[in-house]
């Protein structure tokens, strides 16, 4: 069996390759890994048992996964405090706010319905490092001494801590956004409720859409991954912007009044631009990933700012943050950390700061985001192909190929997926036409040489 972590957690098809009895060994081996009953819990103010908050997104497979993560964790001696629906962002909050041991969030993030996830956060609410994650699957199906009596742990629901999270976003914001008019897309997902509820007491006037889950239509047809539904929306009733969550809202993407699509790289350049103008960014460095458009490299270097280039992954972006004591970093898809406030990716966080930008310039969003120009970007996934032979010579050949009829003025980036059976294909060129043109021929070659 190969390694069951990826990019972001352990993801599959929920009842298939993502089990019950999977998730309880994980929620199990975690707890041997993660929990410490020597810990002083600052929330209930005495040394004890291990503390878990566990959180979910509204996936129809959440409630038997959640199940089996809850019973994990409890019969391992872990007190589990139930959160119940809430984006992935507020788990990871909720750990350190409320001094808890580890945190667990069930979800497949921007995958379709029958996927879902097990990602676990450490004390103080930050994702796992490789090799604690490795340590966790060495020690799967382990045999361990049971707690018996008073030693099992105890779980009581926590639902009303999403209040504690929506403060906290609130409590980040330099000013008020009344008078702003949005339309925000939920996604039909973990958001449906608190981002709702965090715009409207920020001042906003706020129409929402995809927020109304019903266990099967998360991400569907709405969401950070299909922004057609929120450009109409703002179109057709005159908001100032629109944002739009993905799955378990870690992400944001947005859309001007005209329609049009600002991306990650966009929002962060706007909010870099910002953070440094008011003197709170760090370094005056931003953290990136190499998916991002060389109209944001180039957007950041005019500004006079620096860029830290990692691997794909807001994981490898906290990680560089943390190393070097950067503050502000992101990924063009929309996972953009501000570490004054956050310890993950948090689209809630970013829409309210991106919002407040633009309430306190006066500006709109179209004109805050022209400070990039954006070099035409193609990506093409190739599905079903065999990952591990990203790096086959016959591939690599014709990459190294492509990049030099490009030069200077294009890039190529081979990447497979962490948490799907395909390999992304991205190209940057002066043109779409070309930028399409090289895509498709390698991902033509891709289809051959990984088959």
């Known amino acids: 069996m190969g390694r069951l972590f990826g990019t972001d957690g352990v993801r599959g098809v929920a009842g298939r390759d993502l089990t019950a009895e999977l998730a309880m060994d994980l929620s199990v081996a975690a707890a041997h890994v993660l929990g410490d009953a020597g810990a002083f819990h600052a929330s209930v103010g005495r040394r004890g048992r291990p503390i878990a908050v566990v ?163 998360i991400n569907e047809g709405v969401g950070s991954t299909h922004l057609d539904a929120l450009k109409q929306a703002v179109v057709e009733r005159g908001a100032d912007l629109g944002v739009a969550y993905d799955g378990d809202a870690d992400r944001c993407l947005a859309v001007t009044a005209d329609g049009d699509e600002i991306d990650g790289d966009q929002i962060m350049t706007i909010l870099a631009l910002a953070m440094h103008e008011d003197g709170r960014l760090a370094e005056d460095t931003v953290v990136a990933t190499v998916m991002s458009n060389l109209g944001f490299k180039i957007a950041i270097r005019n500004a006079g700012l620096n ?38 990716g948090d689209g809630l966080l970013t829409s309210l700061h991106l919002m407040a930008e633009v309430a306190r310039s006066k500006r709109s969003l179209a004109e805050l985001a022209s400070v990039m120009t954006k070099l035409p970007q193609v990506l093409v996934n190739v599905r079903d192909v065999d990952k591990a032979k990203a790096s086959a010579p016959e591939l690599l050949s014709a990459v190294t190929k492509a990049e030099a009829d490009l030069g200077d003025t294009g890039r190529v980036l081979i990447r497979p997926s962490g948490t799907e059976p395909m390999i992304r294909v991205m190209v940057e060129a002066e043109t779409h036409d070309r930028a399409s043109s090289v895509a498709h021929h390698l991902a033509d070659v891709v289809r051959t040489v990984c088959a």
């Not at 018996?148 to 009581?156: F, M």
């Not at 898809?333 to 501000?338: A, E, K, N």
């Open 55 to 217: 959180g979910r997104d509204p996936r129809a497979s959440g409630e038997f996964l959640e199940a089996s993560v809850v019973a994990g964790l409890a019969s391992s001696g872990v007190d589990v405090l139930r959160l119940g629906v809430l984006p992935t962002p507020a788990v990871a909050y909720l750990t350190s706010a409320l001094g808890a041991d580890l945190g667990v969030m069930l979800s497949a993030s921007h995958n379709p319905a029958p996927d879902n996830g097990v990602k676990f956060f450490t004390r103080g609410g930050y994702k796992l490092p490789d090799a604690v994650e490795n340590e966790i699957e060495q020690r799967l199906g382990e045999k361990w001494d049971r707690p018996v009596g008073p030693s099992v742990g105890r779980v009581r629901e926590a639902y009303g801590e999403a209040d504690r999270y929506v403060s906290h976003l609130l409590s980040t914001l330099p000013h008020r956004l009344d008078g702003l008019r949005v339309v925000v897309d939920c996604a039909h997902g973990a958001a449906h409720m608190v981002a709702p509820e965090a715009l409207l007491r920020s001042g906003a006037a706020v129409e929402t859409i995809g927020a109304a889950p019903d266990g099967l239509n």
């Open 307 to 344: 860029m830290v280039e990692t691997a794909v992954g807001d994981r490898y972006v906290l990680e560089a943050m943390k190393e070097h004591g950067f503050n502000f970093g992101g990924e063009q898809s929309g996972h953009v950390i501000m570490l004054d406030h956050a310890t993950t």
